[in-house]
């Protein structure tokens, strides 16, 4: 994405990796270390640029709130850090975990270090009104709030493949929904958006959350590598989107050797392998992927009438690569 | 302590409790009520109680201040959830705790759920300049992330009886007086005090949690029921203050033994016998704790000459407590 921003808006990609280094490469001790090994993992930086984007898109300057970009990366980095604790995984982005490296009480701390900077980072917002900051952090925090009741619900469908497709998304809207919601509201509020713009980066957001989190559901199962093992959705008994489609279009047998997949009780490539036949036959797969670029369709369409283009159009790329991850 | 408040400052004991309770008692899912059951248990409020104190102390009107109080509660509590998660601890004010109740995986996303609430929490504070709060908020942020850099601090240190006392106050000062420090602060700066003011309640408060921290370390050993097991800290390998007092002024023959005790080979039942023995003979003990008194008395003599002489009356109070735990 950074190869061809046009004209009108700058390199944020470069100037977010840059400012995140600058930041976290010197260290002042052992936390800073540990919060800094998990930020400098190279991630896409999507929350950040939602930010940057929706503020110019509703017509404010990114280029004051870099710091405040930043903030959502720690918050968005330090629910992966508790996530990977939950879920044991011992990979994310192709590199160790914060637990597999420093063990698991010195990664639930970084975890929370890094939600502690949001707050930090927010104050370094110097050009833009206290008023908007705050608004910002409460948005921003109540976005992670959020995220937190997505994952609570998250573990309660556990293993359970009679979950409503509906509940599901409700869950998906909470636990990945709500942050790129929090990013795109913080940006219009720290621009100085009114209402109605707000209104529409939020709705694009909420969209834009729930078609990212269906097309991750499917990565497993489509070959692609994220760096997270293709096995762990299965591992923990997740019903995922196309897991609960292909569910609800089984017969009695083949639901049957759902349960079984999603049971715990095989070896987790074997249950993969499993669900990932039963998803292809089912045509789960398919459908959950055009479920998945239905949102991101809507997303875009709340864009419609943004007065800045330039970052309008590159919300629209970036909702165009949640269900491509290849570009 | 709030039975004889005087006439000039509030129950906020009860007060604090009561908004509490309305705020925690009907809940929306699953999330809040698995915070409200850590909220509401029978804790002493005395960070909350620091901030409306402070505010007052410095001049400035507690009474539209409980939502900041509660905030700082949250983080604290938020701090707590987490600890107990690290040390597998199961009991907690005499209660099961949260990740007993519910598991580490939503035990450790309650703690993630409140610490995000604090945000939520200051911006009801409606009646303060928006300026305020949002330092407010730094102050209080600024403090958890200490909070986390102290308890990374520890446990590096586990197991270590060389390590100075020098570097276990530090360690103290940030794992426990940070957030005294932040509590003070904040209600100074939501209660608009002036910059001496503001500095003398967070000369108090820094104070307070080093005095506070190492009679929290005598507490297993002076047969004071806590709620938490007495065997947790030599469980847990924790050279805390009057066990690196104790071992620096031991012989050889009892070197040893302190080694012995804090080395996880003992049942900790017998190690916590043991050690309770050596800081005993060494008259370890008798000098932290007279280390404690010191750092209350400092605490003390930093609240002279601030206006509201009530609310100075309760935070000397809070500092007389803080080394007298049946007051």
Redesign the interface.
């Known amino acids: 994405m950074s190869d061809d921003n046009g004209f009108a808006s700058p390199d944020w990609a470069e100037l977010l990796d840059r400012e995140m280094r600058k930041r976290w490469s010197a260290v002042a001790?052992?936390?800073e270390q540990?919060a800094g090994s998990a930020l400098l993992a190279p991630g896409k930086m999507v929350r950040p640029l939602l930010l940057l984007h929706s503020a110019e898109a509703t017509g404010g300057d990114g280029a004051k709130l870099l710091p405040a970009a930043l903030a959502v990366e720690y918050l968005h980095v330090?629910?992966l850090v508790?996530d990977d604790?939950?879920d044991d995984d011992q990979l994310r982005r192709g590199k160790p975990t914060v637990h597999a490296r420093y063990g698991?009480?010195?990664a639930?701390?970084?975890?929370?270090?890094l939600?502690?900077?949001?707050?930090?980072a927010l104050?370094e917002c110097t050009a833009v009104p206290?008023?908007a900051?705050?608004e910002a952090?409460?948005v921003?925090?109540?976005a992670?709030?959020d995220v937190?009741?997505g994952?609570?619900?998250e573990?309660?469908m556990a293993g359970d493949l009679t979950c409503p497709v509906a509940d599901y998304q409700e869950m998906a809207a909470l636990k990945t929904g709500a942050l790129f919601r929090g990013a795109c509201r913080a940006g219009a509020v720290l621009g100085g958006a009114d209402d109605e713009h707000a209104d529409a980066v939020t709705r694009y957001a909420e969209h834009l959350g729930v078609g990212f989190q269906i097309f991750d559901d499917l990565l497993p199962y489509l070959g692609d590598a994220t760096g997270k093992p293709a096995t762990s959705d299965v591992a923990n008994l997740r019903p995922t989107h196309p897991v609960l489609l292909g569910y609800q279009a089984a017969g009695q047998r083949d639901r049957q050797r759902f349960a079984e997949a999603l049971s715990g009780r095989l070896p987790a490539e074997d249950a993969h392998r499993l669900m990932r036949a039963l998803l292809v036959t089912t045509g789960a797969l398919e459908r959950s992927r055009q479920r998945a670029a239905e949102e991101i369709a809507a997303a875009r369409r709340s864009l419609d009438g943004l007065p800045g283009e330039a970052a309008v159009e590159q919300m629209v790329r970036i909702a165009e690569m949640a269900i491509d991850r290849s570009r």
Do not use: K
Request: aromatic share 4%; charged share 20%; net charge neutral.
């Open positions: 001790d052992r936390t540990m330090a629910t508790h604790i939950i698991m009480a010195d639930l701390v970084t975890g929370d270090f939600i502690l900077n949001v707050v930090t104050s206290p008023a900051v705050f952090a409460r921003i925090a109540s992670g709030a937190c009741r994952q609570v619900r573990a309660e």
